[in-house]
């Protein structure tokens, strides 16, 4: 088997006399789409955080491409192909679709030109063409996301994580979000997504992670892990029901 695009090994961290994250280890294999679940405070967006090099682990490492990533600056792991979507989106309000995305490509390239070009293509991409020069702050919350798409997928990332990308949306924006991300997983990009929504997990991902105060509580395809019965009992009153 090839060597995994991450490796995420005896992760913890603590906040304060919380321990959010709690000695996680699990992997993601190249071209595949990772789901991460659990219930709210789980510490599905530390674990995120971590990864990503917004927070420091106090113990463990995290590998990407069998390079330790553990304690790089966001920037820095980012130039090293490794993106990330928020939870709540942050465009800057006050610019363009494409100066937004612009930002995000600016990371590889100090050419302006190249930039321009490359958030273009980004833009396009995600479906914003017709609204490249729209003032972010006006777009629709679907637009939002992917502008926030575009702008991760112009820092030209090998592995995207996306955190609660489909927050907000309808049902049938769901959907458009759900086509935009399999448009993403074709052009050859890994991800990893935290999800609430467990039709969406069932839909998208090839595996599944499950997280329970902080640790890991299941992993395995999405059919095994909803029918895991510790998974079934960490959601019961929680809404799994309404939600699966
Ligand atoms: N910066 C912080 N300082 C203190 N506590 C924090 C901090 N960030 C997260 N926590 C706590 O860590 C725990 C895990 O939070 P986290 O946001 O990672 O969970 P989550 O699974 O992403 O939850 P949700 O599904 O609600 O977004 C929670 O109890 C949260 O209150």
Same mark, same amino acid.
């Not at 702050?137 to 939002?144: C, E, F, K, V």
């Not at 935009?180 to 992670?209: C, F, P, Q, Y």
């Given at each position: 088997?090839?060597?995994?695009?991450?490796?995420?090994?005896?992760?913890?961290?603590?906040?304060?006399?919380?321990?959010?994250?709690?000695?996680?280890?699990?992997?993601?294999?190249?071209?595949?789409?990772?789901?991460?679940?659990?219930?709210?405070?789980?510490?599905?967006?530390?674990?995120?955080?971590?990864?990503?090099?917004?927070?420091?682990?106090?113990?463990?490492?995290?590998?990407?491409?069998?390079?330790?990533?553990?304690?790089?600056?966001?920037?820095?792991?980012?130039?090293?192909?490794?993106?990330?979507?928020?939870?709540?989106?942050?465009?800057?309000?006050?610019?363009?679709?494409?100066?937004?995305?612009? %930002?995000?490509?600016? #990371?590889?390239?100090?050419?302006? *030109? +190249?930039? /321009?070009?490359?958030?273009?293509?980004?833009? $396009?991409?995600?479906?914003?063409?017709?609204?490249?020069?729209? %003032?972010?702050?006006? #777009?629709?919350?679907?637009?939002? *996301? +992917?502008? /926030?798409?575009?702008?991760?997928?112009?820092? $030209?990332?090998?592995?995207?994580?996306?955190?609660?990308?489909?927050?907000?949306?309808?049902?049938?924006?769901?959907?458009?979000?759900?086509?935009?991300?399999?448009?993403?997983?074709?052009?050859?990009?890994?991800?990893?997504?935290?999800?609430?929504?467990?039709?969406?997990?069932?839909?998208?991902?090839?595996?599944?992670?499950?997280?329970?105060?902080?640790?890991?509580?299941?992993?395995?395809?999405?059919?095994?892990?909803?029918?895991?019965?510790?998974?079934?009992?960490?959601?019961?009153?929680?809404?799994?029901?309404?939600?699966?």
């Amino acid at each position: 088997m090839s060597q995994p695009i991450l490796e995420v090994n005896h992760l913890s961290k603590r906040f304060r006399g919380l321990l959010a994250v709690n000695d996680l280890s699990f992997h993601v294999n190249k071209g595949e789409i990772l789901g991460v679940i659990g219930p709210n405070g789980a510490g599905k967006s530390t674990t995120f955080n971590l990864i990503t090099g917004v927070y420091s682990p106090d113990t463990g490492e995290v590998k990407l491409n069998g390079q330790n990533i553990t304690g790089l600056s966001p920037n820095e792991i980012c130039k090293k192909g490794l993106s990330r979507t928020f939870q709540v989106t942050r465009p800057f309000g006050d610019m363009t679709v494409l100066q937004n995305v612009m %930002v995000g490509a600016f #990371l590889n390239t100090p050419n302006p *030109r +190249r930039a /321009e070009q490359q958030a273009l293509e980004m833009v $396009e991409f995600v479906g914003l063409g017709d609204k490249k020069h729209a %003032v972010a702050r006006t #777009l629709s919350i679907i637009d939002q *996301r +992917r502008l /926030e798409f575009a702008r991760s997928l112009a820092t $030209e990332p090998a592995l995207l994580l996306l955190d609660e990308a489909l927050a907000g949306l309808n049902a049938m924006e769901v959907e458009e979000a759900i086509e935009l991300i399999w448009k993403v997983k074709d052009a050859g990009v890994t991800l990893v997504v935290i999800e609430h929504v467990m039709k969406v997990i069932n839909t998208i991902s090839n595996r599944v992670v499950v997280l329970n105060f902080g640790a890991k509580l299941a992993e395995g395809v999405p059919k095994e892990v909803m029918n895991n019965s510790a998974v079934i009992e960490a959601y019961l009153g929680k809404g799994f029901a309404q939600h699966a």
